[in-house]
């Protein structure tokens, strides 16, 4: 089986990039990690890939004079990695057009909101603040809008009556621990198609889009295959 060459692109802790290492060491896994790249030496993730044997970057943004230089040099690293799909997880750097074009429907985002809701910083808080009662994840194709673009895939998971920001981040986090991965098999499985804004999975008509984690808080089934 020929797997996807995938880059991942930090800034910190790099939880997501464990879950993507994790599913990669799948044999029956359609994508491998080349390169974990971060603008921060200090990104926790970087010791995470170095540990699984993956290669890694730095390239710090204060050292370039220009976001478009900057991107120039991420750039260069992942094409001479031989990357063909780049996943952020937890990358805290906008990205231009310029760099959004180079990668279109290739470049892949996770961001911890059911987007369109709740797009930029500080989602925890606002979605306390707000009062919704569902939360979750977002796995998306990037575009040049803040977290915006086709969306692959969304888990949702409860907001409880005590949740404060650090238990709803947490639950969010774990859902997305499952989402990314999964939302990457469809993408480098090449069993999705972008038609618009909309992500259609193809061959099947089952509920890809959507997993509802934890399905024991609601009661629900998961309607995805996690
Ligand atoms: C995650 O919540 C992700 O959704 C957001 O940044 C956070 C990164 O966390 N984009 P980690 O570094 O993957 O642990």
Redesign the pocket.
């Known amino acids: 089986m020929t797997k996807r060459r995938v880059g991942v692109l ?10 993507l290492i994790d599913a990669c060491r799948q044999p029956d896994y359609p994508a491998e990690i080349v390169l974990v790249l971060s603008n921060r030496a200090d ?3 970087l010791g995470r890939a170095a540990e699984a044997g993956i290669a890694t970057a730095v390239v710090p943004h204060r050292e370039h004079p220009d976001r478009e230089s900057f991107e120039a040099a991420v750039h260069s690293r992942l094409v001479a990695a031989g990357c063909e799909l780049v996943c ?5 750097r906008l990205l231009t057009p310029w760099f959004v074009s180079r990668w279109r429907d290739r470049l892949v ?4 909101a059911l987007l369109p809701a709740f797009p930029g910083l500080d ?1 925890h808080r606002r979605t306390l603040e707000a009062g919704v009662t569902i939360a979750g ?1 977002t796995v998306h194709f990037v575009r040049e809008g803040v977290d915006d673009g086709p969306i692959i895939l969304q888990a949702a998971v409860p907001v409880l009556p005590d949740d404060d920001e650090e238990s709803l ?1 947490a639950r ?2 774990a859902a ?1 621990h499952r989402a990314y991965p999964r939302a990457l098999a469809l993408v480098a499985s090449g069993s999705i198609r972008i038609d618009g804004n909309r992500v259609r999975t193809a061959g099947s008509t089952s509920p890809e889009g959507l997993l509802m984690c934890p399905d024991e808080a609601l009661g629900l089934r998961p309607a995805g295959a996690l």
Request: glycine fraction near 18%; proline fraction near 4%; hydrophobic fraction near 45%.
């Open positions: 930090i800034s910190g802790r790099g939880s997501n990039l464990a879950a990104a926790g993730g952020l997880a937890g990358f805290m985002n996770i961001h911890p989602i994840c981040s969010i986090l997305e």
